[in-house]
């Protein structure tokens, strides 16, 4: 009997072990669990901020087409600026000499009247 007694007791205590380790398992078991879940969640929100910047990126050479457009529009009107600008220029000078004829003439009707 003390040989059962022995072996029993052993048995009890490798049962012991057994449901510590069963518990140990559950714990880590648990663990992962919520650390999946958190990495789920995380894949999602990682998942949709991907799909926001592919769209931007998407969006690119649409964007370039715009700007090359504005780009020209913006040059041809610098240019066409730069040609009324020196219009006005030359309109201004020509108004000056005009005015300055004018006064010449006056002058020299003033001149020709006294005389």
């Known amino acids: ?14 049962l012991k072990l057994r ?18 879940a958190i990495m789920a969640e995380e894949l999602v929100k990682l998942t949709t901020q991907n799909e926001e910047l592919q769209e931007k ?12 457009d504005i780009d020209q529009r913006y040059n ?3 240019q066409m600026y730069g040609e009324k600008a020196e219009e006005a220029e030359e309109l201004r000078l020509d108004l000056e000499d005009v005015k300055n004829m004018y006064k010449t003439q006056i002058d020299e009707l ?3 009247r006294l005389t």
């Open 1 to 14: 009997m003390g040989g059962e007694s022995s072996i029993f007791e052993n048995l009890q205590s490798q």
């Open 19 to 36: 449901e510590g380790e069963i518990v140990q398992l559950q714990f880590e078991i648990s663990n992962l669990e919520r650390s999946r």
């Open 57 to 68: 990126v998407d969006e690119i050479p649409k964007l370039r087409a715009q700007l090359w």
């Open 76 to 78: 041809t009107i610098l």
């Open 110 to 112: 003033l001149k020709q």
